[in-house]
């Protein structure tokens, strides 16, 4: 299990740092934050020196410094732990997703506060190893703490909410609206951050995106919202990237910090709104 678990840290690391662009050791996209909590809060403590030892070989690999790889290493298990300790001391730990205080509860504790860690950390492990030039730092710290809370916010509640087998089977009316949901998401999706037109244009219509995640919100539930936010969130990096989509007008890392924000906060009101009405 620690094997596995390390293998799909350092399999979704090299993923986030592909996408790095600021600084090959930073990254706007850092799913594994999200991986290390939702491991630390379903399978247990124990699987902290996965998460450790992945870390470590992601940066390792990549920047070949074996003393900042080690205190970034240490900055991002500690991240997980304490964020792991915050979602079940004040946010009902692997139930963080089921009401929405506690959505907000882990948002602000967990997933925005615990985030710091890591980001300061890592920050000053790259400045002191001369990876960094100092009056870069500030931008590194928001990428790396932006990064990190998105990752945070994503990837448990898939996790946590589909971990348990839903205990009613969908009716063929239910099956058919879930589908026009996903075909209407891609759709919205593709033309506020894919190859239309309007996409091309930048215009301002991310807010277009709401109402079909209202609708997963409303008509399906915490686990469904969950997953749609994370699918828009894979087609809207995936366009911003490719200078596409209303976060597209300024300069690459930018536009996915922009992108980042808009996705966290997205999330953590549909998540809220999902458990309302699943109660």
């Not at 990876?131 to 590194?140: F, H, K, N």
């Not at 215009?203 to 686990?223: N, S, T």
């Amino acid at each position: 299990m620690i094997g596995g678990l390390t293998a799909v840290y350092v399999a979704a690391g090299r993923f986030g740092l592909s996408l790095a662009l600021i600084n090959k050791s930073t990254s706007a996209v850092w799913p594994p934050t999200g991986i290390a909590i939702a491991a630390l809060l379903l399978i247990g403590t124990f699987t902290w020196p996965a998460i450790a030892v992945g870390s470590f070989l992601v940066n390792l690999t990549t920047s070949g410094v074996v003393a900042s790889s080690a205190a970034i290493a240490a900055g991002n298990t500690v991240e997980a732990l304490t964020a792991a300790w915050l979602a079940r001391r004040f946010a009902r730990g692997r139930s963080a997703f089921e009401r929405p205080p506690d959505v907000v509860r882990f948002a602000l504790l967990a997933a925005m506060g615990a985030t710091t860690i890591a980001a300061s950390v890592g920050t000053a492990a790259l400045v002191a190893a001369g990876l960094v030039a100092l009056r870069d730092a500030r931008s590194i710290w928001l990428t790396w703490w932006l990064g990190d809370t998105a990752g945070a916010l994503l990837v448990p509640p898939i996790v946590l909410l589909w971990r348990r087998e839903s205990r009613a089977r969908w009716t063929a009316s239910a099956t058919i609206e879930a589908a026009a949901l996903v075909a209407s998401l891609l759709i919205v999706s593709l033309l506020v951050f894919g190859g239309s037109p309007i996409a091309a244009g930048g215009y301002p219509l991310e807010f277009l995106i709401v109402p079909f995640l209202l609708w997963a919100a409303f008509r399906f539930g915490a686990p469904e919202t969950a997953l749609s936010v994370a699918f828009v969130s894979v087609v809207a990096n995936e366009g911003t990237l490719r200078g596409r989509g209303p976060f597209a007008h300024v300069r690459p890392n930018e536009s996915l910090l922009l992108l980042q924000a808009f996705v966290g906060v997205t999330t953590t009101v549909m998540l809220a709104v999902a458990a309302e009405t699943s109660r």
